[in-house]
């Protein structure tokens, strides 16, 4: 079969289509789909990046301070010295190794959580229908569109039912158009658009790249907008970039022109120091720290597409979204069917099921809640058309027909039912009985519809859902029914639905209040139901609005009301969005959950877009997180892990910033005040793998729970604040032990740099224990990887003068008194910094809250 396009079987019939696609109405066969799978490829228009281990080691080497480094050691090696070349291209691919096996392993689980997360469609295979993965889609498969589907490939419908699409993915119309097929006139449907109502069967007839947005892919296809964290973290990088560059060139300059030291021992001994400063282990830790909280909150049943988005995540402060299956049980029941006066009525059951059973938009906890209440019998009646629901209207309405009789039976919020009602009292029996009585119909006067929403009111003051019905006789006829038709009709009452508060809400609202995150409902529901539930379990209702004043105004008024309000009913989904983007435009994380078709804008728009994993396929397309099962609690418990994420890349870099600045700003210093240099090259390289080695662990570690009762803001301020005070203190350090070791121990140059080796490794690694937390070191213990590591990077080194690397490397065995004097002074150290902390967070602590 050449190569299909939907313009060659343009104006064709759906028969000629099948036979120029070689397929039929039961599908393809399975090795026939296989066979074109491996003919066309998956169908994906944008290539799924694939791991690739050989492309991650390489990576590693892009650092240009790594390249110089390799360059100098090549150059080192071949004019003699070659022990020395040696030993930093094995300490260079050493690290870099290590680095690739965790980002490997990170990026392998990510990969795996992806994998739990997937869109699929409803395709047949010789003649069985089966949810199969969209990119095992190829041309002349036979799928199946319902509501909420997204179209899994460009195709061509032939059957359709009041089958609505948005298009807005290409068109940029955010209007659903309707697609009909008509006297075997066949119409097309396009991959990622999505149906709003009805249903359809259509054929495959392209995919992948040669679909139409496949086609435009390329333009379309944005690189990810970066988190505010990312920006920051780059703005960071770029500054330690400069203050690197600074040091290096005046280490070169100084101890050429002023000491006439050998060149290339020089630019080895500064190219060292500067990948000693460079926080190359950056990327690692924030992947690994990533990894790690997405594999946690995978366990609590809260899937993460994106990554980064953990890192919006941890500073939400704000979270919208609707009542049920968040503050409610999720187990929606039918437990009364009224007239408009509240009378017990069956009509009312009736009407709404048959309404419910004949829809063919997304069926609802509602909707399933009316059906399984108690059987009609509806064999006598068939359906005609649809009017899908929209959130203007606020309803939907279903055309049946029963022998000669027609009816439009119209579904939705009790004030809009009643609205467009004109009349009340006519009931099924008037289609099966000669009673005039039943089929007498009663004039909607003011004071009856005063008490029919004085019913209404009582029942939502009860804690109840609402759904009003309204019927009307209209004439048969061949074109689609209007929104115009739906007036004048005859109200039958109303049905009431019992969704009660979970249990577990108040506490968990209460956590969320520790955490400082606010609640924000927003719902379709009426303000009295919502107000109930809200009591039930707690929530105090600080100001509500309702849809239509939210609606008219305007975005400084709206930007105002948002601050004060926490409750928002009859919400339309533009307005969704509307106040989504005032609450962002006040300075807040906002994160939304939400299920819908019309809940898509909303997740769009926030910082953080939640969904569920039984929500429609363009929710879950577009959430960056997926919940497994609906649940307050998942979330924040999600948004404590996001922000234990930042808090441990938040120790590298003062990690990055403190004792290690220090020792790596010391050496430039003593390198113009000794006759030889503080450390060689390869020591200091060795200094440094040590030293990346023992914060593999950081990621694992414990965070103190008052750092996580806020969110936390990356301030570029704050971190040089912090290096402008630790730095120097570390340095202070060095400069009394440099002294010592010169003045008082008298130590040659092998002594020496082993000295200044052995205090290096224990002050910048070892600080770690001090600064992880902003409260006494020792009441809040860290995690015992995180000792192992860091305890474990010290004794490595204090070893190694004692072994024949050691004396390879110039090493020596230092005396008791000098090793114990040394190990005096990272004492000391280390309850300096423990000091000084407390007094740097009291002054300047605040810069990283978020308010």
Request: glycine share 8%; hydrophobic share 45%; net charge positive.
């Amino acid at each position: 079969m050449e190569t299909p396009d939907l313009k060659t079987f343009a104006g064709k019939s759906i028969n000629d289509i099948f036979r120029g696609l070689e397929t039929s109405k039961d599908g393809l066969t399975a090795p026939e789909a296989a066979r074109r799978f491996r003919q066309y490829g998956p169908n994906e228009f944008a290539a799924k990046k694939k791991i690739r281990p050989a492309f991650i080691f390489f990576s590693k080497f892009r650092n240009p301070l790594l390249i110089l480094l390799l360059a100098a050691a090549v150059v080192t090696i071949s004019i003699g010295s070659v022990f020395e070349g040696t030993i930093i291209i094995v300490i260079v691919l050493g690290s870099a190794t290590i680095d690739f096996i965790n980002t490997y392993k990170s990026a392998k689980a990510a990969e795996a959580l992806q994998e739990k997360v997937s869109i699929t469609a409803a395709v047949m295979r010789a003649g069985e229908t089966e949810e199969r993965a969209i990119r095992g889609i190829v041309p002349g498969d036979v799928f199946a569109l319902t509501a909420g589907d997204i179209v899994p490939a460009d195709g061509i419908l032939f059957e359709a039912k009041d089958l609505f699409v948005n298009e807005s993915t290409l068109t940029g119309e955010s209007m659903p158009v309707e697609k009909i097929v008509q006297d075997g006139a066949a119409r097309t449907v396009l991959m990622e658009t999505s149906v709003v109502s009805g249903e359809g069967l259509a054929v495959a007839v392209m995919t992948g790249a040669r679909t139409k947005i496949g086609s435009i892919a390329g333009k379309l296809d944005q690189p990810d907008t970066p988190t505010e964290f990312e920006k920051n973290l780059k703005d960071f990088s770029l500054f330690i970039f400069r203050t690197t560059i600074f040091l290096v060139l005046t280490v070169i300059l100084l101890n050429i022109f002023f000491m006439r030291r050998d060149l290339l021992q020089v630019f080895l001994f500064a190219v060292a120091i500067a990948v000693g400063l460079t926080p190359e282990l950056l990327p690692l830790i924030v992947t690994s720290n990533l990894s790690k909280s997405a594999l946690a909150m995978a366990k609590r049943g809260v899937i993460v597409k994106k990554l980064a988005a953990i890192h919006n995540f941890g500073s939400v402060d704000v979270l919208c979204t609707d009542k049920t299956g968040t503050l409610t049980e999720d187990r929606i029941e039918l437990v009364r069917c009224v007239d408009g006066l509240g009378k017990e009525s069956d009509a009312a059951l009736f009407w709404g099921q048959l309404s419910s059973t004949y829809r063919t938009g997304v069926r609802g906890m509602l909707d399933k809640a009316i059906i399984e209440y108690k059987k009609c019998d509806m064999r006598a009646w068939e359906k005609v058309d649809e009017i899908p629901f929209d959130a203007e209207r606020r309803f939907e309405s279903v055309v049946v027909k029963n022998g000669g009789n027609v009816m439009m039976i119209t579904k939705g919020a009790p004030e809009e039912i009643l609205k467009n009602a004109a009349s009340y009292g006519l009931s099924p029996e008037a289609f099966s009985t000669k009673n005039p009585e039943d089929a007498k119909n009663h004039a909607l006067t003011p004071v009856m519809r005063s008490k029919m929403a004085a019913i209404y009111d009582g029942l939502s003051a009860d804690g109840f859902r609402v759904l009003g019905i309204g019927i009307k006789k209209v004439t048969l006829k061949t074109a689609s029914y209007t929104k115009n038709d739906e007036k004048s009709l005859s109200f039958v009452g109303f049905l009431a639905f019992l969704d009660p508060p979970k249990k577990s809400a108040k506490a968990t609202l209460e956590k969320m209040e520790a955490h400082n995150v606010a609640m924000k409902i927003i719902t379709g529901d009426n303000f009295l139901v919502t107000k109930k539930i809200a009591q039930e379990i707690g929530l105090a209702i600080q100001g509500a609005f309702a849809g239509d004043a939210i609606e008219k105004m305007d975005e400084a008024a709206l930007r105002k009301n948002v601050e004060r309000a926490n409750i928002f009913t009859r919400v339309a989904p533009e307005d969704k969005e509307r106040i989504i983007r005032a609450l962002r435009a006040n300075g807040h994380v906002v994160a939304y959950m939400g299920d819908g078709v019309n809940d898509v804008l909303s997740i769009k728009e926030a910082d953080v877009g939640i969904s569920v994993d039984n929500a429609v396929d363009v929710a879950k397309k577009t959430a960056d997180i997926i919940l497994l099962k609906k649940s307050l609690g998942a979330i924040i418990d999600g948004i404590v892990e996001g922000r234990k994420t930042f808090a441990n890349t938040f120790k590298y870099l003062m990690m990055a910033l403190s004792s290690n600045f220090g020792n790596m700003v010391s050496m430039p210093i003593a390198s113009i005040v000794l006759p030889f240099l503080p450390m060689t090259a390869p020591q200091i390289l060795l200094n440094n793998f040590l030293y990346d080695s023992s914060q593999l662990a950081i990621p694992f570690d414990n965070v103190e729970p008052d750092f996580l009762t806020r969110p936390k803001k990356f301030d570029i301020g704050f971190m040089k604040k912090f290096m402008i005070i630790f730095g120097p203190l570390s340095s202070c350090f060095d400069i009394f032990t440099f002294a010592l070791m010169w003045y008082a121990f008298h130590f040659a140059a092998p002594a020496f740099q082993t000295g200044w080796f052995l205090e290096s490794i224990a002050t910048q690694t070892l600080v770690v224990i001090i600064i992880r937390t902003r409260g006494d070191f020792w009441r809040n213990r860290p995690a015992a990887a995180l000792i192992a590591s860091s305890f474990g990077a010290v004794l490595i080194a204090w070893i190694v003068p004692h072994t024949i690397f050691g004396k390879m490397l110039g090493f020596v065995q230092l005396g008791i008194v000098p090793l114990v004097t040394i190990a005096g002074i990272v004492a000391i150290y280390l309850f300096s910094v423990e000091s000084v902390k407390k007094y740097f967070y009291r002054a300047y602590g605040g810069l990283i809250e978020k308010r």
